[in-house]
C-alpha cells in the first residue's frame, strides 16, 4: 500500500503536510493511528508538498504563484485539479479566482465524498476515515455542546408555527439563498465504500448546499445545481423516509442542510457509539405524546434516530378507537390492538420532527422548550463557541 511503500523523503513531506493541517479548522486533526495513513491515501506526495503551507484563507492567483515561486497558469492548473478533487477550495468574486486550502476535517468528512466518486483512490481513503473517526478523529468535539449540525425540525410538525423562529423553519432557511445545489450524503458514502460496513438503506443524494459552497460543489463536479423547488422536494422525500434535517450551525444564511442517516451520521454516532454528552444539537422543541389517542403502532419508535421513544403497557388503552382525519378518505377509525401507548424520554430528544410527521394518530408535536437557545449568528461565531468550549473541557480534565 501507498503508506508502506513511502520513501523517507515522501515521509518527511506527509508530515510536513500532516503539521500544517493541525494549524487550519476548529477541531484540528486528533492523534489516532490512522492518521498519518488517511493523509498519505487522501494526498499524492506532489499534492502533499504544493498545498503545505497554503493559506487556509482565500488567495489569488498571483499572491500564491509568487509564494510558491510557480508560474501562475502551471499553479492555477493543479489548483483547479485539486478543487475537483475537494482538496482546495476555490471561488470566484467578480473577475478574481480565489484559492484556499480545505482544513482536515472538511475534506476527510465533507468535500471527499460529495461527488459519489467509486474510484480507487476515494475507496482507498473511506476505511482509514472510518477508523479514525472511532479512534480519536472526534474525540475533541466530545465535550462540547455547541455542534457542527443542529437539528431542524421537518415542517408541520411544531405545534404552533406562530412561535417558530425563522431560523427553525425550513422555508424561512432557504429564503435566504438564491442558489442550491444537492450531493452525496458524505456520512453514507464513506461507509457504502467501506466493506466493513453494510450499505445505507436510505437515499443517497441528499445533502444540500446553499450560496458560495453551493456553486463550489456544483462548478467541481462535486454535485449539482438544483432548483428551490427541487430542494424542497428532496426534504420531503427524505422526511418520508425518515432521515433527519440537520442545518449548519448559525443563524445568518446557513449553507448547508443535511438530511441526516441516523444509522452512520457522524453526528448521531457520536451519541450512541462514541458514547458522547450530546450528538447533534437539538431544536428548542421537543415531542410531546398524546397518551389518549396514541394506537401503540410503534412507527415512531422504529424513526426516532435518538431512541427517545418506546412503548410501554397500558391496558386501559386496548382496543380504543382513535378517530383522525384523512386527506382523501375523510374520518378514519385506528384501534389499539395491543393496549401500549408510546412514552418519551424527553432529555433524550433532539426535537427533530421525524416521529412526528409519520405518526398515523397525530398522537405526537413538537412542543416549545420552557428555555430557549438561539444558535451562533454565523459561522464565525460557531468556530469562536466550539473553541472556547474546547478549552474549557481541556481546563476541567486536568
Given at each position: 500500500?501507498?503508506?508502506?511503500?513511502?520513501?523517507?523523503?515522501?515521509?518527511?513531506?506527509?508530515?510536513?503536510?500532516?503539521?500544517?493541517?493541525?494549524?487550519?479548522?476548529?477541531?484540528?486533526?486528533?492523534?489516532?493511528?490512522?492518521?498519518?495513513?488517511?493523509?498519505?491515501?487522501?494526498?499524492?506526495?506532489?499534492?502533499?508538498?504544493?498545498?503545505t503551507?497554503?493559506?487556509?484563507?482565500?488567495?489569488?492567483?498571483?499572491?500564491?504563484?509568487?509564494?510558491?515561486?510557480?508560474?501562475?497558469?502551471?499553479?492555477?492548473?493543479?489548483?483547479?485539479g485539486?478543487?475537483?478533487?475537494?482538496?482546495?477550495?476555490?471561488?470566484?468574486?467578480?473577475?478574481?479566482?480565489?484559492?484556499?486550502?480545505?482544513?482536515?476535517?472538511?475534506?476527510?468528512?465533507?468535500?471527499?465524498?460529495?461527488?459519489?466518486?467509486?474510484?480507487?483512490?476515494?475507496?482507498g481513503?473511506?476505511?482509514?476515515?472510518?477508523?479514525?473517526?472511532?479512534?480519536?478523529?472526534?474525540?475533541?468535539?466530545?465535550?462540547?455542546?455547541?455542534?457542527?449540525?443542529?437539528?431542524?425540525?421537518?415542517?408541520?410538525?411544531?405545534?404552533?408555527?406562530?412561535?417558530?423562529?425563522?431560523?427553525?423553519?425550513?422555508?424561512?432557511?432557504?429564503?435566504?439563498?438564491?442558489?442550491?445545489?444537492?450531493?452525496?450524503?458524505?456520512?453514507?458514502?464513506?461507509?457504502?465504500l467501506?466493506?466493513?460496513?453494510?450499505?445505507?438503506?436510505?437515499?443517497?443524494?441528499?445533502?444540500?448546499?446553499?450560496?458560495?459552497?453551493?456553486?463550489?460543489?456544483?462548478?467541481?463536479?462535486?454535485?449539482?445545481?438544483?432548483?428551490?423547488?427541487?430542494?424542497?422536494?428532496?426534504?420531503?422525500e427524505?422526511?418520508?423516509?425518515?432521515?433527519?434535517?440537520?442545518?449548519?450551525?448559525?443563524?445568518?444564511?446557513?449553507?448547508?442542510?443535511?438530511?441526516?442517516?441516523?444509522?452512520?451520521?457522524?453526528?448521531?454516532?457520536?451519541?450512541?457509539?462514541?458514547?458522547?454528552?450530546?450528538?447533534?444539537?437539538?431544536?428548542?422543541?421537543?415531542?410531546?405524546?398524546?397518551?389518549?389517542?396514541?394506537?401503540?403502532?410503534?412507527?415512531?419508535?422504529?424513526?426516532?434516530?435518538?431512541?427517545?421513544?418506546?412503548?410501554?403497557?397500558?391496558?386501559?388503552?386496548?382496543?380504543?378507537?382513535?378517530?383522525?382525519?384523512?386527506?382523501?378518505?375523510?374520518?378514519?377509525?385506528?384501534?389499539?390492538?395491543?393496549?401500549?401507548?408510546?412514552?418519551?424520554?424527553?432529555?433524550?430528544?433532539?426535537?427533530?420532527?421525524?416521529?412526528?410527521y409519520?405518526?398515523?394518530?397525530?398522537?405526537?408535536?413538537l412542543?416549545?422548550?420552557e428555555?430557549?437557545?438561539?444558535?451562533?449568528?454565523?459561522?464565525?461565531?460557531?468556530?469562536?463557541?466550539?473553541?472556547?468550549?474546547?478549552?474549557?473541557?481541556?481546563?476541567?480534565?486536568?
Open positions: 500500500t501507498l503508506y508502506e511503500e513511502t520513501t523517507m523523503s515522501e515521509q518527511e513531506i506527509y508530515e510536513g503536510l500532516l503539521n500544517w493541517l493541525k494549524k487550519g479548522g476548529i477541531s484540528g486533526l486528533p492523534e489516532a493511528d490512522e492518521l498519518l495513513p488517511m493523509i498519505k491515501a487522501t494526498y499524492t506526495p506532489e499534492e502533499a508538498s504544493l498545498l503551507g497554503m493559506p487556509f484563507s482565500g488567495k489569488n492567483l498571483e499572491e500564491l504563484a509568487e509564494m510558491k515561486q510557480m508560474d501562475p497558469a502551471v499553479l492555477g492548473e493543479q489548483l483547479d485539486l478543487a475537483r478533487k475537494g482538496l482546495v477550495f476555490r471561488i470566484v468574486k467578480g473577475d478574481t479566482v480565489r484559492y484556499s486550502l480545505n482544513e482536515g476535517f472538511f475534506v476527510d468528512y465533507r468535500s471527499s465524498w460529495w461527488g459519489g466518486n467509486t474510484d480507487e483512490r476515494t475507496k481513503i473511506a476505511p482509514w476515515v472510518n477508523q479514525y473517526y472511532y479512534h480519536g478523529g472526534w474525540d475533541q468535539l466530545k465535550d462540547t455542546h455547541t455542534k457542527y449540525l443542529r437539528a431542524l425540525p421537518i415542517e408541520g410538525t411544531i405545534e404552533d408555527p406562530r412561535e417558530i423562529r425563522p431560523y427553525e423553519e425550513v422555508r424561512k432557511v432557504l429564503d435566504q439563498h438564491d442558489y442550491f445545489s444537492v450531493s452525496t450524503c458524505c456520512c453514507k458514502h464513506r461507509k457504502n467501506d466493506p466493513e460496513f453494510e450499505d445505507s438503506r436510505y437515499p443517497t443524494e441528499v445533502c444540500l448546499h446553499f450560496g458560495g459552497l453551493g456553486r463550489y460543489i456544483d462548478e467541481n463536479g462535486m454535485g449539482r445545481q438544483i432548483t428551490r423547488q427541487e430542494a424542497e422536494e428532496i426534504l420531503r427524505s422526511a418520508e423516509a425518515g432521515l433527519v434535517h440537520g442545518v449548519a450551525n448559525w443563524e445568518k444564511a446557513p449553507d448547508t442542510i443535511c438530511n441526516c442517516d441516523p444509522d452512520c451520521c457522524i453526528f448521531f454516532e457520536a451519541f450512541h457509539k462514541l458514547k458522547h454528552a450530546e450528538g447533534m444539537s437539538s431544536s428548542n422543541y421537543r415531542v410531546r405524546v398524546d397518551s389518549e389517542t396514541c394506537i401503540g403502532c410503534g412507527l415512531c419508535v422504529k424513526r426516532c434516530p435518538m431512541y427517545a421513544l418506546e412503548l410501554k403497557d397500558a391496558p386501559e388503552a386496548k382496543d380504543r378507537i382513535t378517530v383522525v382525519e384523512d386527506e382523501e378518505k375523510g374520518k378514519k377509525e385506528l384501534k389499539n390492538r395491543k393496549g401500549r401507548v408510546s412514552t418519551v424520554n424527553p432529555d433524550q430528544c433532539v426535537g427533530c420532527g421525524v416521529c412526528v409519520r405518526c398515523p394518530s397525530k398522537s405526537l408535536v412542543e416549545r422548550k428555555v430557549l437557545e438561539d444558535p451562533p449568528q454565523h459561522v464565525r461565531d460557531l468556530g469562536q463557541r466550539v473553541m472556547a468550549e474546547m478549552a474549557a473541557a481541556g481546563r476541567r480534565g486536568r
